[in-house]
């Protein structure tokens, strides 16, 4: 499964959960969306184990299969179309999500996050 992960299920991970470690593993193809990079940073800075989650990432990033996904303006127009519908429907989710979100769908990627808000978006497949 190719899968883009959310920065919960980098939490996940880092703390040894047996079933979000085993799918990471068994991935084939593993995508860390910029803007996880950026929260995964921004929650290391401010909590005590925060170098051990840095050192992890570092590592994560240099395994084969593993990769970050950028933005593009594919992505912009993803990120637009899943604003305005769910602006129009009245369910808004946060901002960093819609980006993660199109990502998902850009790249034809898995979406694997806790978060049940990306329910939400029914052309966005989840592993949950």
């Known amino acids: 499964m190719r899968i ?15 079933e979000v ?3 990471f593993e068994q991935a084939a193809l593993l995508v860390v969306p910029f803007i ?10 401010s909590i005590k184990r925060g170098d051990a989650q840095v050192r992890i990432l570092a590592e ?16 912009t127009h993803h990120y637009a179309t899943l604003y305005a519908r769910l602006k129009k429907d009245g369910t808004p989710i ?3 999500d819609l980006w993660i979100a199109a990502l998902a769908i850009e790249h034809s990627l898995v979406l694997y ?3 049940a808000h990306f329910d939400r978006i029914p052309s966005l497949p989840r592993l949950e």
């Open 60 to 75: 994560l990033l240099q395994q084969p299969g593993v990769r970050v996904a950028h933005s593009s303006d594919t992505t």
């Open 21 to 23: 470690v085993e799918a």
């Open 113 to 115: 996050s806790r978060d």
């Open 4 to 18: 883009l992960i959310d920065s919960n299920r980098f939490i996940d991970f880092c703390a040894g959960v047996p």
């Open 94 to 96: 946060p901002t960093n």
């Open 36 to 45: 996880v990079l950026a929260e995964i940073r921004v929650g290391a800075a």
